[in-house]
């Protein structure tokens, strides 16, 4: 049991998780002038993509029958910026054939590198090593916030907007 005093942190949107999806929402939503606070189990974002090692940026571009077709880019927004910051970090291929499609294999140290970049500029708070237990409610209707075991001990972060990511 952990006998240490809880803290407390307040803000606009509480971000948990830093995998592709959270690393999205939490640049988009600070970018947006929210103050936004990302929190992560691990010492790095990616989920999937880095920790889980899944090697490859799929998705991006059409599927075809066509053997003599060019990778034609169907998805952007802040996919298409991720992908150009960790291109241009040297940690992505071009689009390699993928069944009907293309893919682009990454290298998940400088994708982990490239999310803190743009959460760094956006100017998110992240605290990693920081896993949700719990969530703080208002009734049964309201969700205030997340309840989080850190390395500096328990932690309650409370914000208008909870995002499970
Ligand atoms: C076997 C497999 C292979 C795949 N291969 C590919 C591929 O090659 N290319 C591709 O584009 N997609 C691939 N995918 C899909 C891709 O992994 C997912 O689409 C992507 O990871 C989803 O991102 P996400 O942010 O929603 O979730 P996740 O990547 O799962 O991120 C969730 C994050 O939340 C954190 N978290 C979880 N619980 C807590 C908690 N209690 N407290 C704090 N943090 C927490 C996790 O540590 C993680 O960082 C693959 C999926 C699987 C299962």
Do not use: N
């Not at 939503?29 to 010492?43: F, H, I, P, Q, S």
């Not at 999937?48 to 090697?55: D, F, T």
């Not at 940026?57 to 298409?80: I, K, N």
């Amino acid at each position: 049991m952990d006998v240490r005093s809880r803290s407390r942190i307040d803000t606009d949107i509480v971000v948990t998780g830093g995998g592709a999806a959270g690393v999205a929402v939490a640049v988009t939503a600070a970018r947006a002038g929210l103050r936004v606070t990302l929190v992560e189990r691990y010492g790095f974002c990616g989920g999937g993509a880095v920790a889980g090692l899944s090697g490859t940026v799929c998705g991006l571009y059409e599927a075809t029958d066509s053997r003599a077709a060019q990778p034609r880019q169907v998805v952007f927004g802040f996919a298409d910026e991720f992908v150009r910051a960790l291109d241009a970090r040297g940690g992505l291929t071009g689009p390699l054939p993928y069944g009907k499609t293309w893919t682009r294999v990454h290298d998940p140290i400088i994708w982990r590198e490239t999310a803190d970049g743009l959460l760094r500029d956006a100017g998110v708070e992240v605290i990693y090593h920081a896993t949700v237990t719990g969530v703080l409610c208002e009734g049964e209707e309201r969700i205030e916030g997340v309840m989080l075991w850190t390395k500096q001990g328990p932690l309650d972060v409370r914000a208008a907007v909870t995002i499970d990511a």
